[in-house]
T-cell receptor, first 116, second 114 residues
Framework: DAGVIQSPRHEVTEMGQEVTLRCKPISGHNSLFWYRQTMMRGLELLIYFNNNVPIDDSGMPEDRFSAKMPNASFSTLKIQPSEPRDSAVYFC??????????????FGEGSWLTVV | GDSVTQMEGPVTLSEEAFLTINCTYTATGYPSLFWYVQYPGEGLQLLLKATKADDKGSNKGFEATYRKETTSFHLEKGSVQVSDSAVYFCALSSFTGGGNKLTFGTGTQLKVEL
């Protein structure tokens, strides 16, 4: 079975440019998460969606960050304009929505972003 | 709010040594607990999980028991291998706000040497 698919795997961009990261969740999953990983702050939840609806975006660092999920099989995380401090690994993850919270959340391989 | 505290690394062991990585949590309600592993240059993979008190999760020789009385979920392995070198993350999942989300610890890097 295909896992969570992210693109691009690696991106190097100049400060001020727009960056768009893409994610295809596992088919049948209805929760999608965007995480950011840095050495300084570890893993941070940026935003998550249930059934394509944003539930909690309190982790989005600034207005420069935005995320969309137009349908069940696609999501984007956009940074505009990008800054060097945005350099990090961005992970997309998905799971089936279920209470209680025993369902496994599956991660993609990550998008490694460097802003110079 | 929910939080996870795990021992800081790096932890350096010789092959075949016994491993313990401590993890404690704070949560409202009744969370599920997870250990994820991240190998260099890769994403996070589920290692094991437990969804209720006294459950033991196990996989690839690793084990962890959900201890509600001590709010702990320590990871153990009886004999580590060089291939176990990775970063290990303890996490909890709670069903709040209409959805599940994972709260992670800071990760513990494990280095296993010959």
């Amino acid at each position: 079975d295909a896992g969570v698919i992210q693109s691009p795997r690696h991106e190097v961009t100049e400060m001020g440019q727009e960056v768009t990261l893409r994610c295809k969740p596992i088919s049948g999953h209805n929760s999608l998460f965007w995480y950011r990983q840095t050495m300084m702050r570890g893993l941070e939840l940026l935003i998550y969606f249930n059934n394509n609806v944003p539930i909690d975006d309190s982790g989005m660092p600034e207005d420069r960050f935005s995320a969309k999920m137009p349908n069940a099989s696609f999501s984007t995380l956009k940074i505009q304009p990008s800054e060097p401090r945005d350099s990090a690994v961005y992970f997309c993850a998905s799971s089936q929505l279920q209470a209680p919270a025993g369902n496994t959340i599956y991660f993609g391989e990550g998008s490694w972003l460097t802003v110079v | 709010g929910d939080s996870v505290t795990q021992m800081e690394g790096p932890v350096t062991l010789s092959e075949e040594a016994f491993l313990t990585i401590n993890c404690t949590y704070t949560a409202t309600g009744y969370p599920s607990l997870f250990w994820y592993v991240q190998y260099p240059g890769e994403g996070l993979q589920l290692l094991l999980k437990a969804t209720k008190a006294d459950d033991k999760g196990s996989n690839k020789g690793f084990e962890a028991t959900y201890r509600k009385e001590t709010t702990s979920f320590h990871l153990e392995k009886g004999s580590v291998q060089v291939s176990d070198s990775a970063v290990y993350f303890c996490a909890l999942s709670s069903f709040t706000g209409g959805g599940n989300k994972l709260t992670f610890g800071t990760g513990t890097q494990l280095k296993v040497e010959l």
